[in-house]
């Protein structure tokens, strides 16, 4: 059993058991409520850059399994737990979480107070945070850490470096990549719709050039600050299809049509937040992941009108254009991980194209 | 939405008395319940056969119906109070079949209620059999094939088409009660043909079986703008097969991916859309753990014994929130009650795991069949929270006070492997502990995966816990060790056992390298939002989220789980007291670990710690918050019996003091305080030895009552009447209960048991009332029929007893409670039976009828004021010009090969009560709500022991004029006949197998048993076949001819009794 040091930007250390690879990175570290989908979570490349520690005490029960990744290649810097589970019982499963990570450069430490530090997250909003081994120089870590940078770059990192076909005969939807879940894929194949998912940084002409009937923006890390060329993108597409923003995606379409991001204290990162939705006055429940949201004062011009709002903090969770055939939301209604009550987000997708999209070729 | 306003008046159904299936937690719900209404300013009336309760209190509705819970009083009440609407889901399975029953009988259109929360279509979607198949069909959802039947013969045929193993659930039952598995025709015919009769509507449903899958529970609520949630899911350790009420239960689920929690939360969350519920629900799936398929298993559409696990689980308030949404709220109107800062309409995520397990009655049962499956067998349970799920479990272990303090029991380690194994196969109640012995001894967890489907990361759990006991040892007083047994949730107790130490030591040990439990919050969210809720569990970790206050403190020890001499009636004055305490102004801290009751509601006390009633977990919490003491008196034996040990760590206890509790129960002392106290008791002596015991039993002659010292709930407790079964018993009791202490020989004397409550303030004496009881002395207080005021006790006694009470409480310095059972002979001499320095099971019933607010004004004594502080200045409080009548409620159908016959041996589950102007009526009441049915004509099956004979010949006759028909086996009958009774013969069982006595129960033609026990044991088979057959067949049975004179008395008053001229004497 190998010990380990968590070091928070705040000067705290915590020492716990080491797991998974030893690939230390520097990260923000943010608390995730969700009590199932770690495999989800860890592969989520929206978290790129951070360091999750999930509230959920115990990790790792069900081993990792083929199916339940949302990317190739994880991109989290660091994973907390309070326990990771050696001996995972799961019919699907067919590797340990630690070896998993261990396999993808992931460090992880376990026997953390994860109460704590997420106590403290919430009163002093997420911090830089790093692992260490045992025997590090702390002071010099925290130094570190009080003048490190986060990445900036996690989009260009992330997204595809090639545009790849997913063909289908259903309505032709172009996917702008900033770190897309696969659930998101998932989803659209699921609706017929034949894909074409491209890198962040394509033209808006190169779009159009595919004649395609909807534009899907992913989720993906960071703000919309970090991929000015893709806000310029939506910009250029926004009269011409129909466009379904979610996570960064939804932030990208919202500052497209001239809205302002702002950051959270310690965002929403959970499976289950309550959102009211107001067109239909009910509330729904889906997975959430995102430490910024569009500010509420920024909205007033932009043509975009609150659809839907998280039901405890008011914080604006989906949106939709008055006139322009736009949808965005902030959550994820691919319900992977998480609940699955928003899913009609897409059937509204396929909808809006069904309506203004072109014929079938 | 805003609550509704068409509606002022709201009938809320409580669920009755205890039994098994049907505990404490409808208690938690109901007082929510009506608390919830009241604050949205409803006109609340509830009604409840159970005394024992803290919703029956008359402050928690506007007005409190004690009455029994059937059609012809619900609707009484109904004709009186005109309510507006009507409420059951809160009140359990007895709940929801009243209002039914109202709705059938046309009552509720005639006088307009509306039913709130569960509709009646919703309720009979869920509950009956096909139709809830037709919805889940309609809906897309999986249920396994089945077939309801109404005969024997549907079943057979459905088995020929669908193969074995099945399962037979009856329509309608608590508890899954007369449901089971048959593995072939014999069984099928067996289980069926019971669970036909037992069902209220005469139907079963025969299904295929899936046992071995995994089963999952999800708690989820709907509003009626169709706002729905999952508030929790459980998973069972045991899987399908075994009663989730007897199953090990974790929270959440621990071996499901997102993928399988997303399938099966969709699936419950589009249950209870489909039935419209406004309210909560529970919905039981069961899951192959080889694939995603997976089958709906039941649908309870109110809330439930899981329900009141989830809520204490995540600190969401299902019940409360149930009553809310009854009324029209929606849940995202609602604030959190925890959190405060959030919405009500969330799904709660927990940062702890959190294990329950059932709480069985086997310790008083030894010959009962131990054997766990469909039918529910535990009277409670017990949770604990950690955060890790071997601290939990381990934590939970010791919560159960069954003398075991690790995953260990000594018994079942000292079986060879292959008895080891083949208890395995039995599944029984102990399977836990012989899981841990195998795989102590290196099995395999595959093998036992094999036999008992339990998930292998369960085992592997286990697993763990074993391997590192064995690191443990190997280390002893090691500090890197012992840090990380703690973190596991190993006790104290466990460790300086193995380590060879005083748990003092080690105890010393850890506080010299700061070894302690920190306090976390269950605040719903884990940590997300703030959060001010004062219910804690302990963990060892780093930060300690418990705050102290500067404010004076008092700790309240809790009961723990209900069990069998201990039930609700102990949490009822714990939550008094702490109320007491709150409203004088300190600061009352609860330490309980019993989810189904109101005093582990974290709103009811000042702060609430969720943890184990052992020394070690409530030192912990004394060394915490540092209180001006401890009380115990309220918290029954449990907590009494955690005195000793926090008096020897310096631990103030507040009331009667640890030396005049011992007093009171160390025989020698307590008998040398009588003596000087100038108050008879019956003769007796301890013994040791069987020579010893027949000396002592020749000196002061037989029948005597023999029993252990030290025990709870007349546990063990038998009347001799021969030196014979004196052998007997003390060949037997001897071994299995108490290895050093000794059987205690009392002279039995025969006469008339009286009972009272007191509260004595050190000085003074109050006695609320004196209670008598119907059966003589040998049947167990808790057993018998308790009657208000006394019926047929004179004032002489009376005042003997008034004197007596006061000479005990002053010379004892009893500051609180107590309670003594006394003895009447013929001669009027009156004896002391037993003190108790503490709350009684009749306090809350007394408490109730004389309008004494006992707890209260105990704590206050307790406190330091005198009785004529608060205004209570006589001895003893005048006497109600109503009777009231406390009958006790049994669980004898659930329990298969559990003798029924009363005796010393406390049997009973819970108790009814029944009021009126007669003693006649008030009897009809109890016996009604206790479940007794009381026709005015009818047949009585009469098996007498022959010493019984000529004082059962009276009863008979009384019967016979009252028009009932009586059928008596050869020897009763033919006594009865040379009397000049007509009698039927009712035939032996060895002398024809089929139409037999037996035969005569199970058809149904005979409304009532009388059976009484010959004095030499060894012959009884018969009768306890009978006493069996008559359980499991809903037919009462009279162990007691006194029970069966009372049963007379109200037969008589309700019929005219003809007898012809010729008869007439004089």
């Known amino acids: ?361 | 939405m805003p609550k509704r306003t068409d509606i002022q008046k709201i009938m809320v159904i409580g669920s009755g008395p205890i039994v098994i299936g049907q505990a404490a937690e409808f208690d938690y719900a109901g007082t929510q319940a009506c608390t919830s209404l009241r604050e949205e300013g409803y006109e609340v009336i509830l009604i409840n056969s159970n005394p024992a309760t803290i919703m029956t209190d008359s402050v928690i509705a506007d007005r409190v119906y004690i009455e029994p819970l059937t059609l012809e009083f619900a609707s009484r009440i109904i004709y009186k109070e005109r309510p507006d609407a009507i409420l059951g889901s809160l009140g359990g399975q007895t709940g929801l079949n009243l209002v039914v029953e109202l709705a059938n009988s046309g009552i509720l259109d005639e006088y307009h209620v509306e039913v709130l929360g569960t509709a009646l279509d919703a309720i009979e979607k869920a509950e009956d059999r096909d139709k809830f198949r037709e919805l889940m069909y309609e809906i897309n959802e999986p249920v396994p094939e089945s077939v309801i039947v109404h005969t024997i013969e549907e079943a057979i045929a459905f088995a020929q088409s669908n193969g074995y193993p099945l399962v037979v659930r009856p329509a309608f039952t608590l508890g899954g009660t007369g449901g089971g598995f048959a593995n072939n025709e014999d069984e099928l015919r067996m289980i069926c043909d019971n669970g036909l009769k037992i069902s209220p509507v005469h139907q079963c449903l025969i299904e295929q079986s899936i046992a071995g899958y995994k089963e999952i529970e999800y708690e989820v609520m709907r509003d009626n703008s169709d706002n729905a949630i999952v508030v929790c899911n459980m998973e069972n350790v045991d899987p399908v097969g075994i009663h989730t009420g007897d199953s090990i239960v974790v929270a959440p689920t621990q071996t499901l991916t997102d993928r399988e929690c997303g399938i099966m939360r969709a699936s419950a969350l589009k249950i209870i859309r489909a039935l419209k519920i406004c309210g909560g629900c529970n919905i039981q799936l069961a899951l192959d753990p080889q694939s995603f398929h997976y089958y709906v298993i039941e649908v309870n559409p109110r809330v439930s014994r899981s329900s009141a696990l989830a809520s204490k689980a995540t600190g969401y308030p299902i019940a409360k929130l149930a009553a809310k949404v009854a009324v029209g709220l929606t849940l995202d109107e609602i604030i959190n009650p925890v959190t405060k800062t959030s919405y009500a309409c969330a799904e709660p995520t927990i940062d702890y795991v959190v294990a329950k397990l059932p709480r069985f009655p086997f310790d008083k049962f030894p010959k009962a069949d131990r054997s766990l499956g469909t039918q529910m067998k535990a009277t409670g349970e017990v949770m604990s929270i950690g955060r890790t799920f071997d601290e939990a479990i381990l934590k939970a272990i010791r919560s159960l006070e069954m003398k075991i303090d690790h995953l260990e029991k000594a018994d079942i380690e000292a079986l060879s492997d292959e008895a080891l194994w083949a208890k395995l196969e039995k599944q029984d109640d102990e399977r836990l502990y012989v899981i841990c012995a195998l795989l102590r001894r290196n099995a395999d967890p595959n093998r036992i995966h094999d036999i008992t489907q339990m998930d292998l990361y369960f085992l592997q759990r286990f697993n763990n816990i074993v391997a590192f006991e064995k690191e443990c040892k190997a280390h002893p007083k090691d500090v890197t060790h012992l840090i990380k047994a703690k973190k596991m949730g190993f006790s104290d107790a466990y460790l300086s056992r193995v380590w060879n130490m005083q748990e003092q030591e080690l105890f010393d040990l850890r506080k010299k390298h700061n070894i302690l439990p920190v306090y976390k919050m269950v605040d719903t969210c884990a940590g997300e939002y703030v959060s001010n809720t004062p219910y804690l569990y302990s963990t060892y970790e780093q930060e300690n989220e418990s705050v102290r206050s500067d404010r004076k403190k008092i700790i309240v020890l809790g009961s723990g789980p209900i069990r069998i001499g201990q039930g609700v009636e102990f949490d009822y004055a714990t939550v008094h007291c702490v109320k007491t305490l709150h409203e004088c102004g300190y600061e009352a801290i609860v330490i309980n670990n019993n989810p189904e009751t109101v005093s582990t509601d974290y709103s009811i006390s000042d702060k609430l710690y969720f943890e184990p009633l052992t020394l070690e977990d409530v030192m912990h919490v004394i060394e915490w918050e540092q209180p001006l003491g401890v009380i115990v008196q309220f918290g029954g034996q449990t907590a009494i019996n955690l005195a000793d040990g926090l008096v020897k760590r310096g631990v103030q206890i507040l009331g009667t003091s640890l030396e005049d509790i011992d007093r009171a129960e160390d025989r020698h002392a307590f008998e040398a305080m009588l003596k000087q106290l100038e108050i008879p008791q019956p003769l007796g002596e301890t013994a040791f030895e069987i020579e010893e015991a027949l000396q002592i039993a020749k000196r002061i002659g037989y029948p005597v009552l023999v029993r252990p010292s030290y025990v709870l709930g007349g546990r063990a407790m038998e009347i001799v009447h021969n030196d014979d079964d004196l052998c007997i018993y003390m060949a037997t009791a001897v071994q299995e209960i108490s290895h050093d202490a000794p059987i205690l020989v009392d002279k039995y004397i025969v006469g008339k048991e009286v009972e009272i409550d007191a509260i004595c303030d050190g000085e003074n004496v109050l006695i609320p009332g004196i209670m008598e009881h119907i059966e003589r002395a040998g049947v167990h207080s808790g057993d018998s029929i308790s009657v208000y005021p006394a019926p047929t006790i004179s004032k002489k006694i009376k005042e003997t007893i008034i004197e007596y009470t006061k000479r005990i409480g002053k010379g004892f310095h009893f500051k609180g409670l107590f309670n003594i059972q006394f003895i009447v002979d013929k001669d009027e001499q009156v004896y002391v039976l037993e003190v108790n320095p503490r709350s009684s099971r009749t306090v809350p019933f007394l408490s109730k009828i004389t309008n004494v607010p006992m707890s209260y004004v105990a704590t206050r004594c307790v406190l330091g004021e005198t009785l004529e502080d608060q205004g209570y200045k006589e001895i003893i409080h005048p006497e109600t010009k109503r009777t009231f009548v406390k009958a006790p409620v049994f669980s004898f159908a659930k329990l298969r090969s559990v003798d029924t016959t009363l005796g010393p041996e406390m049997k009973s589950t819970g108790e009814a009560l029944g009021q009126d102007v007669t003693l006649e009526k008030a009897l009809y009441k109890a016996l009604l709500a206790s479940g007794v049915k009381v026709p005015d004509r009818g047949n009585v099956l009469m098996t007498i022991a022959d010493e019984d004979k000529e004082e059962a010949l009276d009863i008979a006759k009384r019967f016979y004029n009252c028009g009932y028909g009586i059928y008596a086996t050869s020897g009763t009958a033919k006594y009865l006949k040379t009397h000049g009774i007509e009698v039927h013969d009712a035939i032996k069982i060895n002398e024809n197998a089929d139409k037999n006595v037996l035969h005569l129960i199970r058809m149904g033609r005979v409304n009532l048993v009388i059976n009484t026990m010959s004095q030499n044991k060894s012959v009884s088979k018969d009768g306890f076949l009978i006493r069996r057959t008559a359980a499991e067949n809903n037919i009462s049975c009279f162990t007691s001819l006194d029970t069966a004179k009372a049963m007379i008395r109200v037969v008589e008053s309700l019929s005219f009794t003809t007898i012809s001229m010729n008869e007439l004497e004089g």
Do not use: W
């Open chain 1, 1 to 361: 059993m190998k010990e380990r040091l968590l070091v928070l930007e705040d000067g705290s250390v915590y020492k716990g058991i080491a797991f998974g690879s030893d690939r230390y990175r520097i990260g923000e570290l943010i608390f995730q409520t969700g009590m199932s989908g770690y495999q989800e979570i860890i592969s989520d490349l929206s978290y790129y850059g951070q360091i999750v520690m999930m509230t959920y005490p115990a990790i790792g029960g069900c081993g990792i399994n083929r199916d339940d990744f949302e990317s190739m290649d994880p991109q989290i810097f660091g994973f907390v737990v309070k326990e990771f589970c050696e001996y995972p019982s799961n019919f699907r499963s067919h590797m340990t979480l630690s070896a998993f990570m261990e396999q993808k450069g992931i460090p992880g430490i376990a026997d953390i107070d994860t109460r704590e530090i997420t106590r403290k997250l919430r009163e002093n909003g997420t911090m830089k945070a790093v692992m260490a081994d045992i025997d590090a120089d702390v002071e010099h870590l925290i130094k570190q850490l009080k003048e490190a940078k986060l990445p900036e770059d996690g989009v260009q990192k992330v997204s595809t470096q090639k545009p790849y076909p997913i063909p289908s005969r259903g309505r032709k939807v172009v996917m702008i990549d900033l770190g897309t879940k696969f659930g998101l894929i998932r989803e659209l194949n699921k609706r017929g719709c034949d894909l074409v998912v491209m890198p962040y940084d394509t033209t808006a002409k190169e779009i159009l050039s595919l004649s395609c009937d909807g534009v899907v923006v992913s989720n993906g890390p960071g703000t919309p600050d970090q991929i000015t060329e893709t806000v310029e993108t939506i910009r250029a597409l926004m009269d011409h299809v129909v466009i379904l923003g979610c996570g960064l995606g939804h932030q990208v379409v919202a500052k497209a049509c001239g809205a302002d991001i702002e950051k959270m204290k310690f965002g929403h990162h959970g499976n289950s937040t309550p959102i009211r939705s107001l067109e239909k006055n009910k509330v729904e429940f889906a997975a959430t992941n995102h430490t910024y949201a569009v500010k509420e004062e920024s909205l007033s011009g932009t043509g975009l009108k609150v659809t839907h709002r998280a039901l405890n903090d008011d914080v604006i969770e989906g949106l939709r254009h008055e006139t322009k055939k736009i949808i965005s939301v902030e959550f994820n209604p691919e319900a992977a991980c998480g609940a699955d009550d928003m899913m009609y987000i897409f059937d509204e997708f396929i909808e809006m194209m069904d309506k203004g999209g072109k014929q079938h070729a």
